[in-house]
């Protein structure tokens, strides 16, 4: 366990170490951050070097380096890469030196050894940091790729073999050695505290820049709220993406394979998520072609309510009860909708019975005084209050008057409550649906049977026959289970 966690530090290490150079490779990512073996020159040469001289001394620094490289030509780069190839490979022969000599020794010389071990590894890391710097740059000037394969396989190869191959005290050792040092685990530590703050700042930043594209949108005229906070959206995560690219690149990370994998993952995502993308082409013709807004209150999917928001890929709805529903955009746009709150008036349907015996004149002046008094009607449309239909029971009338979609419903209540209590102040009735049963009867001997009131318990000689059941007091006419019987016989 202890060996598996001085490894994965190890890794961390040679990942964030070799940051700032640019891109490695994915077995790059595997090995662990070690340092390098003692400095020694670069072999002296023959003939001059095709680069600059000084790129291949082991004591230029990095940020020199990355700077000298860049006006080097490929050929040049090539060649400065193969030195550092050489340097690195004497570097590991020091290296496997001291890890063999570890095993034939115990006690304080293996600890001696392992100390000599760590520095070694620590020198050796710091050329690895070079060397990658190098490879990387050869690779964008468009290196040959199988070169470039070779190089990083031979790094990556020695990393893993070392790390495999060592105890654990040398990997801890190597380890706490990395955290300490400037390039190693310090550098870390600040690169992930510039990473937070500059996120933190981000976020601040693309908030302002939402507010701003708000206050903006806003003054666009025939400009829905919900296209506005469509657009403000995709203002803040623009201002999101392109920070951190900013951030990313002044701290040296490579992110052309971002742009790659985000290009894979779209490929993807476009299979994977047919219907979403569905809901997101239905959100945005709503958004342009604004057939409600926040605010509205609309009936859609067979739901009616107020829309409290639309997003990319829903509409929410609050009902009159107060339930919340969302519902996906692609059954919101292929449905029909009704906006009820789209004029800034409606037209206010009621309907109001008399009786047959009550007078139409009279009720007509009751319904225009009622409605003309109230504040929320509006004279223009002019109201019209008609009769408009002879019922089964009842003279129907028909009153409709105009008012602010946002009174709608107080009028609504008020002219019902208020036009019932004025026809009971004038003596009209409302009537309520009922039914009058005609009897002719031909024979004159049986009207007499029929002339007997319908209220009250019948008596016999008068519409009830002597023996006959009494339904109202609850006789039914048997004296007994068996008269039951016979009767029923």
Known sequence: MQKFLAILLLALGLGFG????????????????????????????????????????????????????????????????????????????????????????????????????????????????????????????????????????YRSAIIVDEKQNADWETLLAQAVNWALQRDGGIKLAIQVATIAA????LLIVARMARGFARRGFSRVRNLSKLLQAFLAMIVYWITMAFGLMVVLSMLGIDITPVFALVGGLSFIAAFAFQDTLGN??????????????????????GTGGTVKSVSVVSTTVTTPDNQVIVIPNSKVWGDIITNVTASATRRVDLVFGISY?????????????????????????????????????????????????????????????????????????IPYPQTDMHIHV????????????????????????????????????????????????
């Not at 002339?451 to 019948?458: C, F, I, K, M, Q």
């Open 18 to 153: 070799v940051m700032g150079a640019g891109p490695v490779s994915a077995q790059d990512t595997t090995a662990a951050a070690d340092a390098a073996p003692a400095a020694e020159d670069a072999p002296a040469e023959d003939a001059a070097p095709a680069y600059p001289e000084g790129l291949s001394n082991q004591g230029i620094a990095l940020d020199e380096l990355k700077l000298r490289v860049i006006p080097l030509r490929v050929d040049q780069l090539e060649a400065l890469a193969q030195d550092w190839l050489a340097i690195v490979q004497r570097q590991t022969q020091a290296v496997t030196d001291l890890q063999v000599r570890m095993l034939n020794t115990e006690g304080a010389a293996q600890d001696d050894l392992r100390g000599r071990l760590t520095e070694v590894t620590q020198q050796r890391g710091e050329a690895f940091q070079r060397f990658t710097l190098v490879v990387d740059s050869f690779e964008k000037k468009g290196g040959d790729a199988a070169v470039v394969a070779q190089l990083r396989a």
């Open 198 to 201: 500059s996120f933190l700042g």
């Open 280 to 301: 997101l082409a239905a959100g945005l013709m709503i958004m342009f072609n604004r057939p409600f807004d926040e605010g509205d209150y609309v009936t859609v999917a």
């Open 357 to 429: 015996e009550d007078s139409i004149a009279d009720a007509q002046r009751i319904l225009e005084q009622v409605v003309a008094a109230h504040p929320m009607v509006l004279a223009d449309p002019e109201p019209v209050i008609r009769v408009n239909a002879l019922g089964a029971s009842s003279v129907d009338f028909i009153c409709r008057p105009w008012a602010r979609s946002g009174d709608y419903w107080a009028v609504y209540w008020d002219l019902t409550r208020q036009v019932k209590e004025a026809f009971d102040a004038a003596g009209i009735s």
């Open 442 to 489: 031909r024979d004159a001997a049986a009207a007499g049977a029929l002339d007997v009131p319908l209220v009250g318990a019948a008596t016999p000689g008068m519409g009830r026959p002597a023996g006959a059941p009494d339904f109202r007091s609850g006789d039914d006419g048997a004296d007994g289970a068996g008269d039951a019987g016979e009767e029923r016989g």
